[in-house]
């Protein structure tokens, strides 16, 4: 059962019991109901006020939480400065799914306090600060489960002005015997409890903007997944490329060609002899429309396919552009990228030969 630890003297002054004469001597009225007070002082039972006359009501708990909150106003009034906590506000992405939030946290501190009520209606500010960084702030002080249950309700709130609690747990039963006793409780257990404070700074916008445009992001990617999948170009993509390196590597790990007398002749007389990479192999395409196509690499390491047996008229238009450009000076083209002259030359070839001996080369005979 919690007893009356406070009351008010004829001049409207907080009294705790500790501070006034015992019995009805000490002129004591109760804050909620008016009615002369007792200061009981007895050596068993804690220190209370009792009611002279009438019953003690719960509302006369709540009008002794009340004079407490005077105190506790008095008290921050008399304090140099005021130290508020960080601010912290948790974000959250505007989309359903998938869920993310952020938390946004910044400290400002007031520079202006101003406007103080020394005994404010129940849910009225005491004061009004201003920040650092401009913010306007209500703060209010509260007594009791305030805390708990107002904040849940209004820290949806949003608005211009920012709203801070200086929050006081209720007192143990007899623990405020003195105004001494009710201070040391204000200044142990007394905290500020942010509510609300406006965006101000632009920190809240910011990172919504970055939950929004991360949600963006992923609902682009969930988007464009399936489609690629069906698409599967890159796999076939891979695939060419993979081919492309081995007959790469044929060609470079080819034993150098061992120069005979016999060989040298033909060396002398071929078209490539000139610039052709020592040492690398031949390959020959035979292709449906009858023509001949032989891929010598160039000692800059170009590849170069020349018409074969001979060089023919308009050997530089038969195949497409994208296969290679015409060098007139090497008689060949000059293929245009290591991809896309052999897509082509899948698509019609007859025959191929790849040698690195030119007796064999030679042999060939194209077309059949
Ligand atoms: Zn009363």
């Known amino acids: 059962m919690f007893s009356l630890f406070a009351g008010i003297d004829k001049d409207g002054n907080t009294r705790f019991v500790a501070d006034v004469e015992r019995g009805l001597d000490c002129g004591c009225f109760c804050e909620a109901c008016g009615s002369p007070l007792v200061a009981k002082r007895g050596e068993i039972n804690e220190w209370h006020f009792a009611h002279e006359a009438s019953q003690e009501r719960p509302d006369c708990i709540a009008g002794a939480m009340n004079l407490l909150r005077r105190v506790a106003i008095e008290h921050l009034q008399a304090r140099e400065t005021l130290v508020l906590p960080a601010?912290?506000?948790?974000?959250?992405?505007?989309?359903?799914?998938?869920?993310?939030?952020?938390?946004?946290?910044?400290?400002?501190?007031?520079?202006?306090?101003?406007?103080?009520?020394?005994?404010?209606?129940?849910?009225?500010?005491?004061?009004?600060?201003?920040?650092?960084?401009?913010?306007?702030?209500?703060?209010?002080?509260?007594?009791?489960?305030w805390r708990r249950k107002q904040s849940q309700s209004e820290s949806s709130g949003v608005g211009n002005i920012g709203k801070i609690i200086f929050w006081v747990p209720v007192p143990q039963p007899g623990q405020l015997r003195a105004m001494e006793d009710a201070q040391r409780h204000i200044v142990d257990t007394g905290l500020f409890v942010w509510v609300h404070q406006s965006d101000v700074l632009g920190l809240v916008a910011q990172a919504r903007q970055r939950l929004n445009d991360r949600t963006r992001a992923l609902e682009r990617v969930a988007r464009e997944t399936p489609s690629l999948r069906a698409l599967g170009a890159g796999q076939r993509w891979a695939a060419t490329k993979r081919e492309m390196d081995r007959a790469r590597y044929e060609q470079e790990r080819a034993e150098p060609v061992p120069a005979t007398?016999?060989?040298?002749?033909?060396?002398?007389?071929?078209?490539?002899?000139?610039?052709?990479?020592?040492g690398t192999t031949f390959m020959f395409y035979g292709l449906k429309d009858g023509s001949g196509w032989l891929m010598v690499q160039h000692q800059d390491s170009r590849l170069i396919l020349l018409p074969w047996p001979h060089v023919t008229d308009g050997w530089d238009e038969v195949l497409p552009a994208r296969v290679g450009v015409p060098d007139q000076e090497l008689q060949g083209l000059v293929l245009a990228d290591p991809v896309n002259p052999f897509l082509y030359l899948r698509t019609v070839v007859k025959t191929t030969r790849i040698t690195s001996d030119l007796s064999e080369l030679a042999a060939i005979r194209w077309p059949e």
Do not use: F, M
């Not at 989309?95 to 946004?104: D, L, Q, R, Y």
């Not at 007398?261 to 020592?278: F, G, L, N, T, Y």
């Open 87 to 145: 601010y912290r506000e948790v974000v959250v992405a505007e989309a359903a799914a998938p869920k993310s939030s952020e938390t946004v946290e910044w400290a400002s501190q007031p520079v202006v306090v101003r406007d103080w009520d020394p005994c404010p209606a129940k849910h009225a500010p005491a004061a009004r600060l201003e920040l650092d960084n401009g913010a306007q702030v209500d703060l209010h002080v509260a007594v009791g489960d």
């Open 261 to 278: 007398p016999d060989d040298v002749a033909v060396i002398d007389e071929s078209r490539w002899a000139a610039w052709r990479k020592p």
